[in-house]
Every structure is written in C-alpha cells, then in structure tokens.
C-alpha cells in the first residue's frame, strides 16, 4: 500500500525524568513507528532564564540518540512563558501553520505524547494540532489520582493510552478513565536500563558508603506547608534516622529551596553524632535524579514526605524507605481535591513512618495503615471528584460503611463526607448543627483547649 504522508511524533518533556521515561517507552516499543520523532523541551521554571533546560542538564545526551531532533517550547513560543500561555482560539491555525514551518514538519501525520495534560505547554500543543491522536504518559504517583479537572472532550476523547510506571504493583490508574482511556505500564526492566544509562554519566558525587539519603521537596513554594513546617520537617528526617541508627547522612535539596535551609539540619546532625552531606552538584544545584543516587550511592535507608522517588527507590530497587509528614499535608491539604491528595494518600498508607522502629525494619506499613490500597484508592477518588466518577460511589460506601478507623479517618474530611451524602458524614437530621453559631463557637472553645 502507497504511504501518502510521513508520520511524526511530537514527544513533550519538562523534567528529565520524564525525558528518561519517555527513552524507557519508546525502548520497550509503547510507541508505534514513526519517520520522525521529535523531543519538545520545555522549561518551567519561573524564572526560565535561570534555570537550564532538560536537554542542558547532566546525563542528558545519554538520551539524545532516542530523538531525531531536540526543540526548545520555550523558545518557540518567546517571550510568553509556558505555564501560562496557550493561543487564542482565533490563532490557533496561525499557530499550527508557524509550528509546520519552524519545525519542518510540512504536512506530516502528527502524533502527540504529553505530561500533564491539564499544563500549559500540554494544553497548548494539544490545542494547536488539534486533529492528532494523543498519548498522556505520567512519572509519578498522581497517575492514580482522578484527574484534577473536567478535560475539554475535544481533548480527552483523543487520549489513546496513559502511559505509566508500575509504582504500586497492580494498582489500575484513574487518571483520564472517564474518557474510557485504558493505562499502559512501562516495563520497568526497560525503565531501570535508561536510569542506568544516566548513571553511567560523569557528574561527581560525594564518596559517602551506604547512607540515608533524605529527599528534599518542594512543599512551602506552592503553599503546602509553611517554610517553617518545611524546615521543621527536614530537622525530623535527621533525627529520624539517626534515631534509626544511621551516622552517615546525604542531604537532597529541592532546586527551588533556600540555601540557609541546609545548615540546621548540619547543626542537628553534628548535635546528635551524625554527619550530613549536602548534595550540591553545582549549577543547577541538585539536578542528578534520586534514582542515579540508588544507582551509585545504594543508600541503606531513603526517607522523604510524599516523592514518588520513594516509590522507585522501594519498587524498583529494593531499598529500604521511611516516610515523615505526610498526616501533616493530609490534614492541611485544600481543597480536598487537591491533585497532591492521593500521592500523599498512597505514601501514606503504603509505606512506614519514620518513627516507627519496627515497621522500618520489616519494611512495612506502620501500624493500623491501610492494606487494601484499592478500595482506598477508589473511595478517595470518588470523594476528590465525584461528578467525573459517579460509577464508584457504591465502592466508596463499601469502604467508608466498614473501614473507618482513627487511622484511616485521616484520609477523609468528615464536611467533604457530609456534602456528597456518604458514610461517616453528618446526618441529615442533624445538617442543622454544622450551620450554628453557637455550636461552632463551642467548637473552636473545645479545639483550644485541647491545643
């Protein structure tokens, strides 16, 4: 049969994990064949200027060879930044026509594979070449999260396929199943063979044997927590694990995060008998992956809140790993469908606090932690948007008629309960009391002195 036109795959890419994921996928042949594949980088940071591109970063050309050609969105798309800008519907065919001339694309079949679909640079590609089949492929654990928003249906019925890694074996995504979309597990084989690739590239390290690495996180910038919860939360990981045993520390720090956060957590080591090494790999600081540090440092022990990179680090390479904060971010999360819900859920739920001695080293969930992750999984997803996931009200009555627990009531919101009709809500007949003053005032007596 006669090909008329040529195909080209148009691959987006803002981080470079994702880059390492999408090299793991197209590896392990998730992506059909194509005449062109294109790698579209884009840099989100909020300063872009300071802050190098995906493509400039340590490891990176150990990738390139997957690509035919590396573009910048970025400079596409100058002086607009990507998070904020799509075109306007009006300029939409300018923009496809500029897009075909810049990018040589002519009048190839254009087939596209996006992060976060609901983004900036992903909402904007999707929109400009608006008759291309998309694919949605994840890196992380909000894959297992409703999706945060109600999608366009122009846009979500061209979703073929979410590509995804096997973080919690077995777990089937909700992400994008309202437009029937069916997940796609990149084998993780495929996966740790690229990661192996980005270890392999010379980018100095500290000579530290077997320590607890602790994973630095971008909590206080978009208001999480406050930026003295966050430091405070950096000051637990090293008493954590030094309560644990371990004297030998390694500090990630988030690119974002000041640099005066390191020194308490210096001071608090040194108090307790313990060394801390702060991870600064120069300019961008802290930009090797926690997964190359598995590769070449084998920690005995990796604590961090909510990364997913805990998930990798206990799936993919059998380390040990130990949570801290997360009930904290349970309890302040807002709203309650706040897309970070079910990664801290399933952090949470499925891995051991770093103060639980017992649980760490059986490498178990602390005590009282949920086991069944999926009827979690399927009550808080409904909870998180129950208009684009009717269907699973019956499995969230399932569970919240028979697992409520002081544990697991951290994962719910007794008013969210309440306003959806659901079990462990407050009654009907008493909906009154939540609208009294004087019993709210009661409330707030009662909640200070309990304080």
Same mark, same amino acid.
């Given at each position: 049969m006669l090909k008329l036109s040529r195909t080209t795959?148009?691959?987006?890419?803002?981080?470079?994990?994702?880059?390492?994921?999408?090299?793991?996928?197209?590896?392990?042949?998730?992506?059909?064949?194509?005449?062109?594949?294109?790698?579209v980088v884009c840099n989100n940071a909020a300063v872009p200027e300071t802050a190098p591109a995906l493509d400039a970063l340590p490891g990176f050309e150990r990738l390139r060879g997957r690509f035919d050609d590396v573009i910048s969105w970025n400079g596409t798309i100058a002086p607009f930044h990507p998070s904020g800008w799509s075109p306007r519907p009006d300029d939409v065919p300018l923009w496809e026509r500029h897009l075909r001339l810049?990018?040589?694309?002519?009048?190839?079949?254009?087939?596209?594979?996006?992060?976060?679909?609901?983004?900036?640079?992903?909402?904007?590609?999707?929109?400009?070449f608006a008759g291309a089949p998309i694919d949605v492929y994840t890196d992380g654990l909000m894959s297992y999260g409703p999706t945060r928003d109600k999608l366009d249906p122009l846009v979500g019925t061209r979703v073929r396929r979410?590509?995804?890694?096997?973080?919690?074996?077995?777990?089937?995504?909700?992400?994008?199943?309202?437009?029937g979309v069916e997940p796609l597990v990149v084998e993780t084989e495929g996966y740790l063979k690229v990661l192996g690739e980005l270890a392999s590239a010379p980018v100095e390290l500290p000579s530290v044997e077997a320590p607890a690495l602790l994973l630095g996180q971008c909590l206080s910038a978009p208001g999480l927590i406050s930026a003295a919860q966050e430091e405070e939360l950096h000051?637990?990981? @090293?008493?954590?694990?030094?309560?644990? $045993?371990?004297?030998?520390?390694?500090?990630?720090?988030?690119?974002?995060?000041?640099?005066q956060w390191s020194r308490p957590m210096e001071e608090e080591a040194e108090r307790l008998g313990a060394e801390l090494t702060v991870l600064d790999t120069g300019f961008p600081r802290a930009a090797v992956l #926690?997964?190359?540090?598995?590769?070449?440092?084998? *920690? #005995? %022990? @990796?604590? $961090?809140? =909510?990364?997913?990179?805990?998930?990798?680090a206990s799936a993919f390479y059998g380390l040990p790993v130990a949570r801290v904060g997360t009930e904290l971010l349970l309890e302040g999360l807002s709203p309650y469908e706040n897309s970070d819900r079910m990664p801290?859920?399933?952090?949470?739920?499925?891995?051991?606090?770093? $103060?639980?001695?017992? #649980?760490?080293?059986?490498?178990? *969930?602390?005590?009282?932690?949920?086991?069944?992750?999926?009827?979690?999984?399927? #009550?808080?997803? =409904?909870?998180?948007?129950?208009?684009?996931?009717?269907?699973?009200?019956?499995?969230?009555?399932?569970?919240?008629?028979?697992?409520?627990?002081?544990?697991?009531?951290?994962?719910?919101?007794?008013?969210r309960?309440?306003?959806?009709?659901?079990?462990?809500?407050?009654?009907?007949? %008493?909906?009154?009391?939540?609208?009294?003053?004087?019993?709210? &005032?009661?409330? &707030?007596?009662a909640r200070s002195l309990r304080r």
């Amino acid at each position: 049969m006669l090909k008329l036109s040529r195909t080209t795959q148009l691959l987006t890419a803002s981080t470079l994990h994702g880059a390492a994921t999408l090299a793991a996928a197209l590896d392990t042949g998730c992506f059909g064949p194509a005449d062109r594949r294109v790698l579209v980088v884009c840099n989100n940071a909020a300063v872009p200027e300071t802050a190098p591109a995906l493509d400039a970063l340590p490891g990176f050309e150990r990738l390139r060879g997957r690509f035919d050609d590396v573009i910048s969105w970025n400079g596409t798309i100058a002086p607009f930044h990507p998070s904020g800008w799509s075109p306007r519907p009006d300029d939409v065919p300018l923009w496809e026509r500029h897009l075909r001339l810049a990018w040589e694309l002519g009048d190839d079949e254009i087939e596209l594979a996006v992060e976060s679909i609901q983004a900036g640079p992903a909402m904007a590609v999707t929109g400009i070449f608006a008759g291309a089949p998309i694919d949605v492929y994840t890196d992380g654990l909000m894959s297992y999260g409703p999706t945060r928003d109600k999608l366009d249906p122009l846009v979500g019925t061209r979703v073929r396929r979410l590509l995804h890694l096997d973080l919690v074996p077995g777990l089937k995504p909700l992400l994008l199943t309202e437009f029937g979309v069916e997940p796609l597990v990149v084998e993780t084989e495929g996966y740790l063979k690229v990661l192996g690739e980005l270890a392999s590239a010379p980018v100095e390290l500290p000579s530290v044997e077997a320590p607890a690495l602790l994973l630095g996180q971008c909590l206080s910038a978009p208001g999480l927590i406050s930026a003295a919860q966050e430091e405070e939360l950096h000051l637990r990981m @090293v008493r954590g694990a030094v309560a644990l $045993g371990h004297t030998r520390l390694v500090f990630t720090p988030h690119p974002t995060a000041p640099a005066q956060w390191s020194r308490p957590m210096e001071e608090e080591a040194e108090r307790l008998g313990a060394e801390l090494t702060v991870l600064d790999t120069g300019f961008p600081r802290a930009a090797v992956l #926690a997964e190359v540090l598995y590769e070449r440092m084998r *920690p #005995a %022990l @990796v604590v $961090g809140c =909510f990364s997913t990179a805990l998930l990798t680090a206990s799936a993919f390479y059998g380390l040990p790993v130990a949570r801290v904060g997360t009930e904290l971010l349970l309890e302040g999360l807002s709203p309650y469908e706040n897309s970070d819900r079910m990664p801290v859920t399933l952090v949470d739920a499925l891995l051991p606090e770093l $103060g639980d001695r017992a #649980a760490v080293e059986e490498q178990r *969930p602390s005590d009282g932690a949920e086991r069944e992750v999926g009827a979690l999984v399927a #009550a808080v997803g =409904f909870a998180m948007q129950p208009r684009l996931h009717p269907g699973l009200r019956p499995a969230a009555e399932r569970y919240l008629s028979t697992r409520l627990t002081p544990v697991t009531w951290r994962y719910f919101k007794r008013r969210r309960l309440t306003s959806l009709g659901l079990p462990g809500g407050v009654p009907a007949r %008493l909906s009154f009391l939540s609208r009294s003053a004087a019993v709210r &005032r009661v409330v &707030r007596r009662a909640r200070s002195l309990r304080r």
